[in-house]
C-alpha cells in the first residue's frame, strides 16, 4: 500500500501511534500536513491509516460506531469491523488498513478480513511500514528511548527512506 507510514508501539505501559502527513495521488504530492492518527471513543482508543484517505474515513466512523455499540470493548469491535469490512459489497471495495490500539491492545486491520495482534509491541503499515518496523525494533531492543521517542525516530527513518512518507509527523499517546 502506497502512501504513508503508520506506527504503533506499546511499551512501559504507554501507548503510541505516530503517522506522517503526505498525501499523495500518484507521483504527486497533495497534502503535507494530513492527520492520519486520530483519537476515537472518548480518547480511549488510537487509530491510524494506510490507503485511500475516503475510505480510512469511512472505516474510522465505522469503528468509532462499533467501539460506541460495544461499549468501549476494542477487541469485539476490531472483530465486527472486519466481519463487516469482509461481508458488506460496499465496504469490501475500501482500499485501506488500519492500525487501532487501546491501553491493553494493539490491531492491525485489512479489507481482506483480517484482525492480527502482533506478537511483539510493535506494528507498522503503509509503503513506508518495512523500514519503520525494523527501525522501531532496534530501538525498543537496544534503547532507553521512551516510547515517542522510538515513534518519532521510526518515522524519520521511514521517511528518509520512502518517496511515500515525510517528516510532518502526528503523534497520539494512551
Excluded at 471495495?93 to 479489507?111: P, T, Y
Excluded at 506494528?123 to 521517542?149: D, F, M, Q, T
Amino acid at each position: 500500500m502506497k502512501g504513508t507510514t503508520i506506527i504503533a508501539i506499546k511499551k512501559d505501559g504507554k501507548v503510541v501511534v505516530a503517522g506522517d502527513g503526505q498525501v499523495t495521488l500518484g507521483e504527486t504530492v497533495i497534502k503535507q500536513k494530513a492527520r492520519k492518527v486520530r483519537r476515537l471513543y472518548h480518547d480511549k482508543v488510537v487509530v491510524g491509516f494506510a490507503g485511500a484517505t475516503a475510505d480510512a474515513l469511512t472505516l474510522f466512523e465505522r469503528l468509532e460506531k462499533k467501539l460506541e455499540a460495544y461499549g468501549g470493548q476494542l477487541v469485539r469491535a476490531v472483530v465486527e469491523l472486519a466481519k463487516d469490512w469482509r461481508t458488506e459489497r460496499t465496504l469490501r471495495r475500501l482500499e485501506a488498513m488500519l492500525i487501532a490500539c487501546d491501553k491493553n491492545h494493539m490491531f492491525l486491520l485489512s479489507g481482506a478480513g483480517d484482525v492480527m495482534e502482533p506478537d511483539e509491541e510493535v506494528l507498522a503499515i503503509g509503503s513506508g511500514a518495512p523500514a519503520a518496523l525494523a527501525a522501531a525494533k532496534a530501538l525498543l531492543k537496544h534503547s532507553p528511548l521512551a516510547p515517542r521517542e522510538i515513534a518519532l525516530e521510526a518515522l524519520k527513518i521511514a521517511a528518509s527512506i520512502c518517496i511515500y512518507t515525510n517528516e510532518n509527523i502526528v503523534i497520539e499517546e494512551l
